[in-house]
């Protein structure tokens, strides 16, 4: 392994330890036949202010996991905006930016770290969001469950864990039954967007997106980074250090 090799490993596995859920995804045809865990869980020490944030914001942000079809107009009290779901927001810090940019559109957004969602709440009372809402609990369960068909503008999926070592790549989020659940809670013209950080994982997204009969991709291959997506500190030392990052933007049929 080259140092550079090393560099990118470590580097991409930090910025998934802080910004998305590590995600574990379904094989094909598993999605309807067993209860799936999304994610692997990585318990984590809360800070007083997240702790507070949970107390006081959750009852107002939160929205409770259940089985039944959501209606997230009346959730976000306003019918009007495009309904966006956030899958692993880390530590919260790209989906704040992106709802304060994006003010005229409501979030949705999946997490399963609890520090995380104290971070967000925490960031929604600082800068006064009205835009977000969060749900602590495993998002494929949320997208059987709770989504209506049709009902999602756009889903962001933000470096999710790339797990590199082959024997792993059976846990990667973006697989082919995944996808298809996704793209039944996509509008027509509704978006989906990933980036990674993660060369080998980009062309394995790449080839996952495409072969989706739904999808169309809106770039020849990699799309240029959408000015809504914030620069996190991790892929600005990753740029720093000579590494790529990946955004692929594909339109629902």
Same mark, same amino acid.
């Given at each position: 392994m080259t140092?550079? /090799?090393?560099?990118?490993? =470590?580097?991409? +596995?930090?910025?998934?330890? @802080?910004?998305?859920?590590q995600v574990e995804?379904? =094989?094909?045809? =598993?999605?309807?036949?067993?209860?799936?865990?999304?994610?692997? @869980?990585?318990?984590?020490?809360?800070?007083? *202010?997240?702790?507070r944030a949970l107390e006081t914001g959750l009852p107002q942000f939160g929205i409770n996991y259940s089985p039944e079809i959501i209606d997230l107009n009346a959730k976000f009290?306003?019918?009007e905006s495009k309904k #966006? @779901? =956030? #899958? $692993? +927001? $880390?530590? *919260?810090?790209t989906t704040a930016k992106i709802a304060q940019t994006l003010h005229d559109c409501d979030f949705l957004a999946a997490e399963v770290h609890t520090p995380g969602v104290g971070a967000l709440l925490k960031l929604i009372e600082e800068l006064a969001l009205t835009n977000i809402r969060i749900i602590q609990h495993d998002v494929v369960e949320v997208l059987q469950n709770m989504l209506a068909e049709a009902s999602l503008d756009g889903v962001h999926i933000f470096f999710p864990d790339p797990w590199h070592k082959t024997r792993h790549h059976k846990r990667r989020l973006i697989q082919a039954g995944f996808v298809k659940l996704l793209c039944s809670k996509l509008k027509v013209g509704g978006y989906l967007h990933v980036a990674t950080d993660w060369q080998e994982y980009a062309e394995w997204v790449l080839e996952v997106l495409n072969a989706e009969p739904l999808l169309k991709n809106t770039a020849e291959d990699y799309a240029e980074k959408?000015?809504?997506?914030? @620069? /996190?500190k991790f892929e600005n030392r990753g740029i720093k250090l000579g590494h790529g990052v990946w955004d692929m933007v594909f339109i629902r049929k």
């Open positions: 140092e550079n /090799t090393q560099i990118q490993q =470590e580097n991409s +596995f930090e910025a998934s330890q @802080l910004e998305t859920n995804a379904p =094989e094909d045809g =598993e999605l309807k036949n067993r209860r799936i865990r999304s994610f692997v @869980l990585r318990q984590g020490r809360l800070t007083r *202010g997240q702790a009290n306003r019918s #966006i @779901l =956030e #899958i $692993g +927001f $880390g530590m *919260g810090e959408p000015g809504y997506r914030p @620069l /996190t």
